[in-house]
């Protein structure tokens, strides 16, 4: 698709993300990440996208890195086809810098820092939202370009649901859910894929070799009243398995037998319980624990066992002192537990206190206020703070919103202690940002538009030094850009909407372009609902000026893909997923093939 094309198509439909894009002047939408508490959207100063259950059906997506690709801010790369390395980016900064929660349990990992989205099924999602800025105050280490919080499936009405489904790529799919009410509310869920794949190793390069991919997933969870209280338990696992290729002297090329396998189980509980005269306590506990091993019986190098564990118990007061003043206060603790069998095993402590303020004035003017302590075993304290400013017109269609804040990411155990490579020198990267955004309403509502500016400083940025070989604090960075959206609720069955993003994120010691954030990127998207009978959704992503880590220029590209279901029966469902439907020919990382057209249909049955 030519550039003229492109910009004709958004120019004509004038549409944007999936409908997942809650705009908050319009919206009695309630987010709890912005806060740790219940919060409208419309009082909040940060830019926070919801991604709904409903939105997840109605785009069809197997993963969730795929409705990832939707959000403002948001940038996603993969390594290949199906099951392979994915990182995400936020607001320009690094996927170690980005903090990825999962019914509050951490899993971003303890050796490399980042979280791999890769075998991350949606089954058993009901609600994603994406905190974008600097968000230490609240949630500590990583939470520098912003918070991924994923909300897990929770029992109800009873339901039992069923699907099946094939295509491109030797695609076959299954999955089952039930759920249950009544004083035990409870939901269960498990998934299973396969794909024959691609070659990993690019393609156009001559590598032919199809990766494969199976992953199996499958939660459960139970609430509850217990002594006056509250509480939740979940528990997740999953076990991806993945054919990959290795690295040559001209890049990535096939290798037949090395094969990966990452597996993972989660488990939390969440108790609250309500004290009176407008005040509540809650206490978590989550544990993550997550494996990958690589096998080749030639190459030598593609052999290892990576372990990553990671504890916290989370401790948090709330108190309504007014009707307009709501205080919190947090204690937590982190224990990170990392292995590379035969470099290194070794563990660290994390203690962290927090306290937040807010405010409401006049019913237009919403004010929050925090700052946190973190006391890290071996590099010592790092104090982070956060301010948050919503502003709504006496009219209520228009409002401004504005934060500032700092973060900072700890050094993993693979910056600290890998041999050869780590040092225990190794400050904090750290960092400040902040943002302010104006959102309109027009046609009494039915248009909302929001234009919101972002700008950051990281300090300290760990990398490999030269002088030392070995990693140390070597850089900074300064990132600025811009997210303007549009959202049109052309009738009540159909909306369009439209993003743009653009991201200057530099190194700040010779302005070069910092490696896989693109320079603009945006999301077109057309969601209808016919008769209550068809759903359909028609996505467009274009992604250009990125550069890769060697500095040359990554490929422009632009994705269509569209999602159709009909309820054909009120227990049968077939649905339709076709993405890349022009089979564009690029190269999401270079070297790396991502696969042409690939359709799969399916059929779910609601009983």
């Known amino acids: 698709m030519t550039k003229r094309l492109w910009l004709g198509l958004s120019a004509g439909l004038m549409v944007g993300s999936m409908g997942a894009h809650v705009h908050a002047i319009e919206s009695d939408e309630v987010v709890v990440t912005a806060t740790r508490t219940e919060r409208s959207i419309k009082t909040v100063g940060s830019s926070v996208t919801v991604i709904s259950r409903e939105d ?7 993963y969730a890195l795929e409705l990832l690709r939707s959000v403002p801010g948001v940038e996603v790369t993969q390594l290949g086809g199906p099951g392979k390395t994915t990182s995400v980016f936020m607001r320009g900064a690094a996927s170690s810098q980005t903090l990825v929660l999962i019914d509050g349990v951490r899993v971003n990992s303890t050796t490399s820092g980042g979280y791999d989205f890769a075998d991350l099924s949606t089954s058993d999602i009901e609600r994603i939202e994406v905190l974008r800025g600097p968000q230490s105050t609240l949630y500590g280490s990583e939470a520098i370009g912003g918070v991924v919080s994923i909300t897990t499936r929770k029992g109800g009405a009873t339901a039992k649901s069923a699907s099946v489904e094939g295509g491109s790529l030797g695609l076959f799919g299954a999955r089952g859910s039930v759920r249950g009410g009544g004083s035990r509310p409870f939901a269960a869920s498990v998934s299973y894929e396969q794909w024959d794949g691609v070659s990993v190793a690019s393609e156009s390069l001559g590598n032919t070799e199809e990766d494969g991919y199976e992953n199996i997933s499958a939660s459960f969870t139970l609430g509850g009243k217990l002594g006056g209280g509250r509480y939740d338990t979940v528990v997740r696992f999953f076990e991806g398995e993945s054919d990959l290729d290795g690295f040559g002297m001209s890049g990535p090329e096939d290798v037949l037998d090395y094969v990966a396998t990452r597996e993972g189980v989660l488990a939390g509980v969440t108790y609250f319980h309500d004290l009176g005269d407008a005040s509540d306590w809650s206490v978590h506990l989550g544990v993550n624990d997550e494996s990958l091993e690589g096998v080749d019986p030639v190459v030598a190098f593609n052999n290892y066992t990576i372990d990553s564990q990671v504890l916290d118990l989370d401790v948090q007061m709330n108190s309504t002192l007014s009707v307009a003043h709501l205080a919190t206060a947090g204690y937590t603790f982190e224990k990170r537990n990392g292995e590379n069998v035969g470099g290194f095993d070794e563990s660290l402590d994390i203690h962290s206190v927090f306290v937040q303020d807010q405010w409401t004035m006049h019913e237009r003017m919403y004010l929050t206020l925090g700052a946190r302590i973190d ?3 071996e590099f010592g304290n790092e104090t982070t ?12 269609t228009a409002r401004l919103h504005a934060s500032i804040g700092s973060g900072f990411r700890a050094p993993t155990l693979n910056d600290l202690y890998f041999p050869g490579y780590g040092n225990l020198d190794l400050n904090a990267e750290t960092s400040v940002g902040w943002e302010l955004g104006y959102e ?28 030392t070989f070995a990693v140390g604090n070597t850089a900074e960075a300064e990132i600025s850009g811009v997210e303007a959206s549009a959202v049109w609720m052309a009738s009540e069955g159909c909306t369009l909407s439209l993003s743009h993003t653009y991201t200057d994120p530099k190194d700040k010691s010779d302005g070069s372009q910092l490696a896989r954030r693109s320079k ?3 999301v077109a998207t057309i969601a209808a609902r016919c008769a209550d009978v068809l759903t359909s959704s028609l996505s467009v992503l274009a992604v250009s000026d990125r550069v890769d880590t060697d500095g040359t220029q990554m490929d422009n590209y632009e994705r269509v893909d569209i999602a159709l279901s009909y309820k054909w029966t009120e227990l049968l469902t077939p649905y339709l997923r076709v993405q890349n439907v022009l089979d564009q020919d690029y190269e999401e990382v270079p070297g790396y093939t991502t696969p042409g057209i690939v359709v799969v249909g399916g059929l779910r049955g609601e009983f």
């Open 56 to 62: 997840i059906e109605r785009s069809g997506q197997l």
């Open 375 to 377: 006391d890290h075993s």
């Open 385 to 396: 703070y956060r301010a948050d400013y919503a502003w709504i017109f006496p009219e209520k």
């Open 440 to 467: 309109q309403a027009l046609l009494e509502g039915e248009l909302v538009l929001d234009v919101t500016y972002f700008a950051s400083e990281i300090d300290d940025l760990i990398g490999f030094d030269t002088t």
């Open 520 to 522: 603009n990127r945006t």
